[in-house]
């Protein structure tokens, strides 16, 4: 339970109570859970692959740590490759040294849950294997069978799982009303419109849609969850929230890394669908969205889906006047000779697939009328960083002009969501002396000023949301295909043209993107 004691001038102190794992006592002012969670079984297919040793492993030891994690609790590995659980446990040990920030003096504890099942994603023989596998009295957990499948695989094997988990009787244990069974999905969520449509059907032979669980990290973020306090929990936001105070609205993420090892997908893929469709779709609807009636998870995501009812159709027509792709080229990064796209392991030589947007987008409602939002995303940029800029409207008389030689500059608010979690103001103060000098003055402040208690990355935010059964986080169906419909076009008009690499600028790495940009975006799109 959550119990507050405030005492007038002083800043609300938040003490959490609860049971944590192996007696660990839950840090003093942290607000990971409130009660108990529900013993479960995590099933991870593609347990082999990346994704799972980078994040979700380290992400469920780091629960763990923090009593996070219910007392009872099992975590099977599933993927083609045939080894034994105590290979699979040091593959995940070394994974975790890596890539988790924590200390392994508990590692052995943890690693007494884990166990591992090799199965071949296409044979319905192999997953009602693992469907008699995880009815063995040490994965049963009790009486009460609680399941999570997560999709760490390629995107291609979405649908062959999807499908045979019901098939194999994996899901039949949640319709006699003992337990619950949930399914996460990565993105990308299909690769257009009719693919995402299908999956979906498949994906409901054996999962009601409040089963499945759209997983978008970047929404999982805490200064993203934060920009909702901060829209509708502050009387003094809200009301200069819309046209008549706002210029415009940049989401900015940026990456200075390159394709890596991840080029067999994105040369398919392509910024567009790898980032747009997804992350940045999520950061503009959290942006834009309507305060819901209350804060609950069909009423936040019903707001976001009406934000992307709102999208104006893209005018593919005039694609140069809202579109700029690109493709980093060689360049230097942080000092070092970096290779471009073409010359990356796995990219085809002439591939004109491009690692650079800039959008711009008009939402056609009351509040957001005639104000552009200007989505931008790109690979070997210099520095990795992503963030929401409200740049508001300048003021509309200035009885300075007689004074000052320039126009007064307008305020803007910076939402940083990574790596700097912080909200920084800019306005407008006078120098001091004689002499009328305006000067531009911050105010900041950093999300995590004064806080002690465990900190959770996006990916332990999302995997607790979905033990304790909260969708707020996660893309619903309806909004998947709005933003499909809305992208489409646009990727038709982009890789259906006679000459596509005549719309691809090159740019070179460690730049912010083509030259093409700084006649297309506003003054200060980058953030302060």
């Known amino acids: 339970m959550i119990d507050q004691k405030t005492d007038i001038g002083t800043i609300p102190e938040t003490v959490v109570t609860g049971t ?12 990971i859970i409130e009660g108990l969670l529900d013993p479960f079984t995590i099933i991870v297919f593609g347990a082999s692959g990346d994704l799972t040793l980078r994040k979700l492993i380290p992400a469920l030891y780091k629960l763990y740590l923090n009593g996070g994690l219910p007392a009872s609790f ?77 999709m760490a695989t390629p995107p291609a094997v979405f649908h062959q799982v999807g499908e045979l988990i019901g098939l194999a009787g994996l899901t039949v244990e949640n319709r006699n009303g003992q337990g619950w069974v949930r399914i996460v999905i990565e993105k990308p969520f299909s690769h257009d419109l009719e693919s ?56 900015t993420a940026a990456e200075t890394v390159g394709v ?13 669908r790898d980032m747009f469709q997804n992350h940045m779709m999520q950061l503009l609807s959290m942006s834009a969205m309507e305060p819901p009636p209350s804060f609950g998870a069909e009423r936040v995501r019903d707001e976001k889906v009406k ?3 709102a999208m104006r159709p893209f005018p593919v027509e005039r694609l140069d006047d809202y579109l700029v792709l690109g493709q980093y080229g060689p360049g230097t990064l942080n000092g070092v000779e970096v290779p471009g796209y073409r010359q990356e392991a796995g990219v085809a030589p002439g591939s004109v697939t491009p690692t650079f947007a800039l959008m711009k987008i008009f939402l056609d409602n009351w509040r957001w009328q005639g ?31 007689h004074v000052l030689p320039d126009d007064v500059t307008a305020n803007q608010l910076t939402i940083g969501i990574q790596p700097e979690e912080a909200i920084t103001l800019t306005f407008q103060t006078k120098n001091p002396g004689a002499v009328v000098c305006l000067r531009t003055v911050r105010m900041e402040f950093d999300y995590l000023q004064g806080y002690t208690g465990p900190v959770l990355d996006a990916y332990e935010k999302a995997l607790l949301d979905c033990m304790q059964g909260d969708h707020m986080l996660f893309w619903r169906q309806d909004g998947v295909e709005l933003t499909w419909s809305f992208m ?18 090159t740019y070179a790495s460690g730049t912010w993107g083509p030259p093409e940009t700084e006649g297309f975006i506003k003054t200060g799109i980058w953030g302060s």
């Open 260 to 272: 890596g090892h991840r080029a067999g997908y994105y040369d398919v893929a392509g910024v567009l």
């Open 307 to 309: 934000v992307f009812r």
């Open 371 to 401: 104000v552009p939002f200007y989505l931008i995303s790109g690979k070997r940029l210099p520095q990795k960083s992503t963030k929401i800029v409200i740049g508001f409207k300048r003021v509309p008389h200035s009885m300075f002009r």
């Open 196 to 251: 995402a449509v299908e999956l979906n059907q498949i994906l409901n032979r054996s999962f009601t849609e409040d089963q499945i669980y759209r997983i978008d990290h970047y929404v999982a973020k805490e200064t993203v969850q934060n920009l909702l306090m901060f829209r509708f929990a502050n009387a003094i936001f809200e009301p200069i929230w819309n046209r008549r105070y706002i210029d415009y609205v940049s989401i």
């Open 74 to 150: 099992a975590i099977v590995g599933c993927s083609r490759t045939e080894m034994g659980a105590d290979a699979f446990r040091e593959r995940l040990r070394s994974g975790v040294e890596r890539h988790g920030g924590s200390g392994m003096d508990r590692w052995a504890a943890f690693a007494e849950r884990v166990s591992y099942y090799a199965v071949q994603y296409d044979s319905l023989e192999s997953l009602q294997g693992l469907a008699s596998y995880l009815r063995t009295p040490e994965l049963s957990l009790g009486p009460v069978t609680n399941r999570i499948f997560y």
């Open 488 to 505: 489409v076009p646009v990727l038709q008009a982009c890789e259906q043209c006679t000459h596509p690499e005549a719309r691809l600028k």
């Open 20 to 31: 944590a794992l192996d007696d660990a006592p839950v840090a003093p002012g942290s607000c």
